[in-house]
Every structure is written in structure tokens, then in C-alpha cells.
């Protein structure tokens, strides 16, 4: 019979670190992680973040793009304005 394997262990990366390679306001962050905005590791005074908790916090802040919507709107906007005109 073999022994079970060790369960391993996350990558820790510092909020320092985080904030550093993604160019994101560590004030920002750090605020964020005491108000609970988001999971966390804290040792002592550290707050670190596994690989998985960058992936979560990076896809939050992820902005998807309306162009297509807008551009349908600005349309429809030129549209009718130019049926105004015609009626006049």
C-alpha cells in the first residue's frame, strides 16, 4: 500500500508583486483586500494571493466592449432624426 501524496501547495504571489507586474494601484488594492473586496491570504501583516484568486480579481475587473450596441443605437439615433427632417 503507498502512502497518499502530499497535497501541494499554491503559488503565493505578494499584493505588492500583483499590483507591480498588472500596473494596478496597490493603495487601491490594499484597501480593496481590507474591506473584503475580493479573497485573500493574510500571514501576519502580508496579503497574498494564490494563482486562481489573480485569475478571479483580474477577470472582475475585466470590461467588455459595447461598440457594436452603441453603433446600433447612434444609428438608429441618425435614423429617426432624419425622418424628422423629410416630414417637415
Not at 16 to 23: D, G, L, N
Request: charged share 30%; no cysteine; proline share 5%.
Amino acid at each position: 500500500m503507498t502512502a497518499p501524496a502530499p497535497p501541494t501547495l499554491p503559488n503565493l504571489h505578494l499584493l505588492e508583486e500583483v499590483a507591480k507586474k498588472y500596473r494596478l494601484s496597490l493603495i487601491g488594492l490594499q484597501r480593496k483586500a481590507r474591506s473584503k473586496g475580493f479573497t485573500h491570504i493574510k500571514i501576519g501583516k502580508k496579503r497574498y494571493l494564490t494563482d486562481e484568486q489573480v485569475l478571479h480579481l483580474l477577470q472582475g475587473a475585466t470590461v467588455t466592449s459595447r461598440r457594436e450596441t452603441d453603433l446600433a443605437a447612434t444609428g438608429e439615433r441618425a435614423a429617426r432624426r432624419r425622418g424628422r427632417k423629410a416630414a417637415a
